[in-house]
């Protein structure tokens, strides 16, 4: 070992020892004849003194070392006259009396510390610099240790970590695969694993009982904010099992993540039915954190004369508590932000509860006072509060707007503290959506997700309603997991099929691999996968994934460090027998 | 919960109980009024006890189930009157009151116990039902077990697990990478990683100093028996490191390993040069379970006329003991092994020593008794021994089919026992290997591997005869691990180049991505990787990979059982603008 200690061990008891450390130069300042040193490695950073009068050819030394040099010194570990409470080796200094420069470096791009003065694009491109610091370091850090705790937790429940292929066959009914050559079978192609989904549940059919894996899965999409073509998957699945069994599973181990991690002891969390998501939220992963739960007034306000609302679909609004005093300004940037293309409202109505109990709206030349106050009394509204409303022809977009504007409310009145966590199960899930884009029904969640019983009949009359045995664990709005208790028996497994517009054929032809093998003995079995990704980011009280990724990928699935991806040699296209074939632009 | 207690944990302190459990009908027999049916799941099997007297249609019910139906039974354990002392749950049964069948199931193609009537290929087409067979799922589950102590091990010792990218560039210098067309930047590949050996070091440049993944490796080459296109390492980086700490830790990690997991106290692991392993095995990874040690003769039986000896280059031997009974026929099956095309000798020359200490050789015509008496010497051979000895004119070539010869006589003579273990470092491994194909030398570990410091100043007069700071863990002849320490120094590193042939031009195009890194300061750093599908098979005592992998593919690298790779859409191959252009045969 070229060290005796780190950098974030040495504390008084140690004072009076010769130790040798290494590491990198993080600062250095001259001051009269003494020269100090900040010395760092992933442990802390420790102060070397360098005196001149003791040893003016070794100070000389030091003086000329830059930023980020490695070095190797030996000394003696003193009592330091001014301590720094901020730092756990803040006591103690080491009187250096060797000094080995390991390694020189040229000056970084941009400062090593916690606040860098480096863009996001420098910070990628030397992303090796980048996870020098110890904001970015720690993240990483924290990821190691969820993932282990998760390892730790399913392992005592008797869950087998069973790895599955990467090199598999394209997925049907998912997102686009990314896709390899085979050298060996000339014009077929591996896929890369969208989730080990299929093969979870053969594993089930095996008899494994409990399986997860923490696992990298792979979307060729377009990518938004906080995708990454490559994920990580926390994925489980068990056997014998109804969906109450994986609820208090896996709420489990959520329980010890948030205590061995966080510290925090997560409550029994609530159950809310997707159709409540909705009604309340506009959102199949609502942000508890907050209440502000959409009230809807399609009975006080319809009737009146305001044709915006007597023509709507849905009027339902939010209130925000101690609001009345924004400002016109405010309640303008408010229209405008719910007027955003990407969200779409057409305009907004909002009305003050006053210091007397009245109701201002926006639209008093239609209203009574007296219906007003029966619009107050529907939110439990008291003087000072705000209340903003929006209608629409389609109720499910104008929840949808209404939820965005409650969010920016949240962020607003500050009600969305990263470090406070609400988790919530959402729960009862419609197996289908109509797809317009395809006009049919789709699997809202996928196709071997089980309907729950009692909503079977309604599979032949009115398959829309029906219900799936599918759950999403929410976390501050975040869908950390979710999954489903799956189909075992081949004849249901038929009918959803014949509802998803298959025919037996084509039915065969996409899934026929896993439905032959659950002629041979299906225990029944669900399961479900976290997003690790999202569920550290949420941890680390981030804005985005990146960060707890140690080399991520940009907005073009470009790693800027390594240059991936990049052109190859022909000898190797040659060798797999494909050719570039680029298209006009 | 479809069961209140699994099938491998009832014993007699439960008699009374009224359990419910599940899982598969292992088998049934009919014995007078009684049908016994024993139920299997991962956990164990118990019996299950159906009364015809007590209840004829339940029995009835039973006597209909087939071969691998899922079940669920409801009963009362009782003990049993015919103990079964072979199995875990043999004191009791269960005298069934209530039975459900869960799925049915076609009579699988291959019967699913210990010893199967399947075949290879039918087994893993129908690979679902082969993890069935507990043989082959309690291998899963010692993977699982290796796992995860790997992770707690290394954990414990500070060591961060960081995933690093699967989508990264193509590697110079390595073997055939995996190639992924990349939609988003059209003409562009990404690789599949080989080893995340950059990324690992560019993550010692960052500080990360002690670095570990269990990670999918990737290469694209021609399957022998034992290789997989894709694997799994246990990878590992430490960083202010010299190769005594590595070997330190990582004998460690294996002596932790064979502890929790074979309950097996390893010895402090005995270290041999490569010189050594080449003169003694002629091997880089020997086989230590046995003797059998090469001995050298071309000071004994050179200059006697022999002239297959007198122009050998080497002739070296090995001495089997007790063998001097083989047989004329077993020795002629000796030298047609020795003669097959991939070993390749001559021919064999053996030599018996008789009870009464004299030596009888298949040479006798060139030789006095008083020269094979002195070769017996140099045997240190005793009446019953058997001297085989091989020569060639490259010593080299010799040394490896001679090394055939002795792990053949070692699985003859039953010394090479899979469940005894012999564990080595192997070290002082060469820089460089010439390559006829290339006519250069090639790096035998990768280029970034550090020479040892007092063989440096060799690199400008003698280049071949350095020596690296690399290491193997060779265990029973496996090689199960192996790394080196890194070069940290930029003009080492440039050296190291040109001895491989690099222009400074053709280094920075190759490597100048880490290369560039390094200047930002890299502390000395070190490392190691194992294979853990061998690591695994070697502790299941197995052949062969194949079985401590899930899901593996054949040698066509074909997953039969997925039918992976398969042809793809041709609007997916226009979306990545590639077209398959298959070359004639």
Redesign the interface.
């Known amino acids: ?3 005796t200690k780190t950098c974030g061990e040495l504390r008084l008891a140690n004072v009076g020892e010769v130790v040798t450390l ?3 130069v993080q600062r250095s300042r001259k001051m009269g004849g003494m020269t100090f040193v900040d010395l ?4 802390g950073i420790t102060q070397l003194v360098f005196n001149e009068e003791r040893d003016a050819a070794l100070c000389e030394q030091a003086n000329r070392l830059g930023r ?3 070095i ?1 010194v030996t000394g003696k570990v003193e009592e330091r006259s001014s301590k720094n409470p901020k730092m756990d080796t803040g006591d103690v200094e080491i009187l250096v009396e060797k000094l080995n420069v ?5 000056t ?1 791009p941009f400062t090593i510390e916690d606040n860098t003065d480096g863009g996001d694009d420098l910070r990628m491109k ?4 980048d ?2 610091r110890t904001a970015v ?1 720690k993240n ?2 924290l ?2 240790k969820m ?2 705790e998760v ?1 730790r937790y399913l ?1 005592e429940q008797g869950f ?11 997925t049907p009914e998912g997102a ?17 694993p969208q989730s080990p989904q299929t ?1 979870k549940q ?2 089930m ?6 399986y997860f894996q923490i696992v ?1 899965c ?1 979307r ?1 999409e ?2 938004r904010a906080d995708r990454q ?2 994920f ?1 998957q926390i994925d489980c699945e068990m056997s ?3 969906q109450e ?1 994986i609820l208090e599973m896996f709420e489990g181990m959520s329980r010890h993540l948030f205590k061995v991690i966080k510290g925090i002891d997560l409550p029994k969390l609530p159950r809310m039915t997707w159709a409540d998501a909705m009604k309340y939220y506009g959102s199949d992963k609502p942000d508890t954190r907050f209440g502000m739960l959409f009230v809807e007034l399609m009975d006080v306000l319809k009737g009146y004369g305001f044709s915006v609302f007597d023509n709507a679909a849905y009027i339902g609004g939010i209130c925000a508590k101690g609001a009345a005093s924004y400002s016109r300004k405010q309640l303008d940037q408010l229209t405008e932000f719910v007027k955003k293309p990407q969200i779409g409202a057409k305009g907004l109505v909002y009305a003050r509860v006053e210091a007397d109990g009245t109701v201002k709206s926006s639209v008093d030349k239609f209203y009574s006072q007296e219906v007003l106050q029966k619009m107050k009394g529907a939110f439990a509204a008291e003087p000072g509060d705000l209340i903003l409303i929006l209608s629409g022809d389609d109720a499910m977009k104008t929840r949808k707007q209404l939820c965005e504007l409650r969010l920016e409310m949240g962020s607003q009145l500050g009600l969305r503290d990263k470090s406070k966590y609400s988790c919530l199960w959402v729960i009862d899930f419609p197996m289908y959506e109509w797809s317009d884009e395809e006009q049919r029904l789709m699997a809202m969640h996928h196709p071997f997700t089980s309907p729950k019983p009692e909503d079977i009949p309604l599979l032949d009359t009115d398959p829309a309603s029906v219900r799936a045995n599918a759950y999403d664990m929410v976390i501050n709005g975040v869908e950390v997991g979710g999954g489903s208790i799956r189909i ?2 081949a004849q249901l497994q038929q009918k959803i099929f014949e509802i998803l517009g298959f025919t037996p054929e084509q039915a065969q032809k996409k899934f026929g ?1 896993l439905m032959n ?8 079995h669900g399961g479900l996968a976290y997003g690790l990704d999202r569920f550290v980011s949420l941890f680390a009280e981030l804005d985005s994934i990146r960060d707890c ?3 991520p ?1 940009n907005n ?4 800027v ?8 040699d022909d000898v ?1 296209l040659d ?9 006009e632009k």
Chains 1, 2 share one sequence.
């Open positions: 070992m070229y060290r290494a590491g990198w760092r490695d992933r442990y980020e040099f490695v190797q390991l390694n020189g470096a040229l970084p030397y992303r090796y610099l996870l020098r370091r990483l850090e990821r190691h993932a282990f390892r392992s087998l970590e069973v790895e599955t292929p990467v090199l598999v066959n394209s686009r695969d990314f896709v390899v050559p085979s050298r060996m079978n000339p014009g077929q192609f591996y896929a890369l093969l053969l594993l059919v095996s008899g494994f009982d409990r990298k792979f060729d377009d990518l073509p490559e990580t014998f099992v109804e069994d075992h028996d691999f093998a659950f002629k041979y003995g299906a225990p029944p990724i140690a080399f990928k073009q699935g470009r790693d460090m390594l240059g991936a991806p990049g052109i190859i190797q060798e797999l027998q494909i050719k570039v074939d680029l298209k």
